[in-house]
T-cell receptor, first 114, second 119 residues
């Protein structure tokens, strides 16, 4: 079974631009979560989608948004990019919305904002 | 609110030595606990998890962890380190109940411990 895939793997943008990252979960998984990883702040939860509904959101500004499609694929969007948005963005999927189910992570998208 | 503390941002061991990575959590309710490993330029891979039942949990690659409620700890161990174990390790906690929606999909991670293995 294929793992979680994320595209693109690397991205370079300039301040003020917007960016869209894509995540395809493991087949049959309905929950998708997004995380931001930086050297200073570590791994921080962005949001989680389950059956096309955002169920939880981390402490990030409104510039960060996401959505989930009927096939469980998810996208996250960051508008008006800032230098501090440079990070590894990780997507994770799990089979159901229950917290005891482990999350399976993709390889991440490395975003660099210049 | 839940939190995770990993004691020691860097741990260095010799090949064949015991690996001990420390994790303490704070949670108002019994949590679910996870250990993940991250190799350079890769995502996170699950090593093991504790949900309920036996407090000694065995994972992949010879790792195991013991849930100690009285000490609020979930330390990761491996009897004999291998060069391929060199990576960054993350302890994470999630809520067992999605009360108020605050736990949905959210893993709270520790700051990570970089494990170096010397020949």
């Amino acid at each position: 079974k294929a793992g979680v895939t994320q595209t693109p793997r690397y991205l370079i943008k300039t301040r003020g631009q917007q960016v869209t990252l894509s995540c395809s979960p493991i087949s049959g998984h309905r929950s998708v979560s997004w995380y931001q990883q930086t050297p200073g702040q570590g791994l921080q939860f962005l949001f989680e989608y389950f059956s096309e509904t955002q169920r939880n959101k981390g402490n990030f500004p409104g510039r960060f948004s996401g959505r989930q499609f009927s096939n469980s694929r998810s996208e996250m969007n960051v508008s008006t990019l800032e230098l501090g948005d440079s990070a590894l963005y990780l997507c994770a999927s799990r089979v159901s919305g229950d917290s005891y189910n482990e999350q399976f992570f993709g390889p991440g998208t490395r975003l660099t904002v210049l | 609110a839940q939190s995770v503390t990993q004691l020691g941002s860097h741990v260095s061991v010799s090949e064949g030595a015991l690996v001990l990575l420390r994790c303490n959590y704070s949670s108002s309710v019994p949590p679910y606990l996870f250990w993940y490993v991250q190799y350079p330029n890769q995502g996170l891979q699950l090593l093991l998890k504790y949900t309920t039942g036996a407090t000694l949990v065995k994972g992949i690659n010879g790792f195991e962890a013991e849930f100690k409620k009285s000490e609020t700890s979930f330390h990761l161990t491996k009897p004999s380190a291998h060069m391929s174990d060199a990576a960054e390790y993350f302890c994470a906690v999630s809520g067992p109940f999605n009360a108020g929606g605050t736990s949905y999909g959210k893993l709270t991670f520790g700051q990570g411990t970089i494990l170096t293995v010397h020949p």
